[in-house]
C-alpha cells in the first residue's frame, strides 16, 4: 500500500516550453501533497504544498508563476513549470501525506532537462 | 538557519558491520522523526521513524534512537549489506511537512 506514481519519469524540453508532471496516490486519498526539487548530489528542498482543493502554499523563494500546482482531486496533483529554462533542469519529486498525518510517502521522481 | 543538521556526509562500512548516521534538530515543535533512502535516480523511500516520546524503535536490522533533551536521533544499520549502499536522509516534520538533513552516502564493502 502507500503507492505514490509520476508521470512522466523523464522529460526533455525546449528552453521556453511548459512542462506537466502528474503526481498520483494510487491507493490512498490525498488531502495533501508536496513537491520538492532535488539538484546531483544534495538535498530534497520543498517547493511546495499542495492542498486538494486549494490554492498552493510556496516555499519562500519558489515563483508561483512559473511552477504551477494544481491538487484537483484527492489522488492527483500536478506540477506545470511553465517558460522553462535550463536552470529549472532538475530531478522533481512529488510525495503525499498519509492518512495519520505524519508520513510521506514519495513518488519515483521526474528529470526534467531543459535543453 | 539550517534546521536539521546530519552527519557525516559520507560513510563506509564493511559488510556486516554497523552504520551509524546521526541527525540533530532546533525546532522543539518537531513531532515526527522519518529516515529515508534513495537510490540513485528514484525517490526517497520511508525506511523507518519515530515519534519524541519514544526513546528507541527497532525495524528488523534498522534502529532509531532519539535523545529528546539533547534534540537529536541516529540511524542504526546492524549487519549492513552491499544492498545497503544507498543515500539516507534524516528529516524532522511538523504538521505533516518535512525539512531534510543533507544527507549522508553509505557505501558497504563486500
Known amino acids: 500500500g502507500a503507492v505514490v506514481s509520476q508521470h512522466p519519469s523523464w522529460v526533455i524540453c525546449k528552453s521556453g516550453t511548459s512542462v506537466k508532471i502528474e503526481c498520483r496516490s494510487l491507493?490512498?486519498?490525498?488531502?495533501?501533497m508536496f513537491w520538492y526539487r532535488q539538484f546531483p548530489k544534495q538535498s530534497l528542498m520543498l517547493m511546495a504544498t499542495?492542498?486538494?482543493?486549494?490554492?498552493?502554499?510556496?516555499e519562500q523563494g519558489v515563483e508561483k508563476d512559473k511552477f504551477l500546482i494544481n491538487h484537483a482531486s484527492l489522488t492527483l496533483s500536478t506540477l506545470t513549470v511553465t517558460s522553462a529554462h535550463p536552470e529549472d533542469s532538475s530531478f522533481y519529486i512529488c510525495?503525499?501525506?498519509?492518512?495519520?498525518?505524519?508520513?510521506?510517502?514519495f513518488g519515483p521522481g521526474t528529470r526534467l532537462t531543459v535543453t | 538557519q539550517q534546521q536539521v543538521k546530519q552527519s557525516p556526509q559520507s560513510l563506509i562500512v564493511q559488510k556486516g558491520g554497523i552504520s551509524i548516521i546521526n541527525c540533530a534538530y532546533e525546532n522543539t515543535a518537531f513531532d515526527y522523526f522519518p529516515w529515508y533512502q534513495q537510490f540513485p535516480g528514484k525517490g526517497p523511500a520511508l525506511l523507518i521513524a519515530?515519534?519524541?516520546?519514544?526513546s528507541e524503535k527497532k525495524e528488523g536490522r534498522f534502529t532509531i534512537s532519539f535523545n529528546k533533551s539533547a534534540k537529536q536521533f541516529s540511524l542504526h544499520i546492524m549487519d549492513s549489506q552491499p544492498g545497503d549502499s544507498a543515500t539516507y536522509f534524516c528529516?524532522?516534520?511538523?504538521?505533516?511537512?518535512?525539512?531534510f538533513g543533507d544527507g549522508t552516502t553509505l557505501t558497504v564493502k563486500p
Open positions: 528529516a524532522a516534520s511538523m504538521g505533516g511537512k518535512s525539512t
Open positions: 510525495s503525499a501525506r498519509g492518512t495519520t498525518g505524519f508520513e510521506q510517502y
Open positions: 499542495s492542498n486538494e482543493g486549494s490554492k498552493a502554499t510556496y
Open positions: 519515530i515519534r519524541p516520546d519514544v
Open positions: 491507493d490512498f486519498q490525498a488531502t495533501t
